[in-house]
Nanobody, 115 residues
Framework: QVQLVESGGGSVQAGGSLRLSCAAS????????MDWYRQAPGKQRELVAS???????AYADSVKGRFSISRDNAKYTVYLQMNSLKPEDTAVYYC?????????WGQGTQVTVSS
């Protein structure tokens, strides 16, 4: 069974940085778009950044210039480098990917930014 496992969350002060990772494991034949979403308490889940299999990226306006998404296709892994973090970035961050032509979610990792 295919799984997405996130790591790298934690607590940081405003202005700090964190790097999230998400690795797909299992019997994998294809990984297409890979995305990062986040959900803050009392808010809807929102798309933060996405990357296609060819490396084309897109970002939410709220994170442009601060976050960077990348991937290692050989390792079926996607990364989210988060710089200049703000308290409003506090949320559970979820990895999402089309693996073997099925939409798959990770379990989420908490990011907390204190002022």
């Amino acid at each position: 069974q295919v799984q997405l496992v996130e790591s790298g969350g934690g607590s940081v002060q405003a202005g700090g940085s964190l790097r999230l990772s998400c690795a797909a494991s299992g019997s994998i034949f294809s990984v297409n778009d890979m995305d990062w979403y986040r959900q803050a308490p009392g808010k809807q889940r929102e798309l933060v950044a996405s990357i296609t299999s060819s490396g084309r990226t897109a970002y939410a306006d709220s994170v442009k210039g601060r976050f960077s998404i990348s991937r290692d296709n050989a390792k079926y892994t996607v990364y989210l480098q988060m710089n200049s973090l703000k308290p409003e970035d506090t949320a559970v961050y979820y990895c999402n990917a089309e693996v073997n032509w099925r939409n798959t979610w990770g379990q989420g990792t908490q990011v907390t930014v204190s002022s």
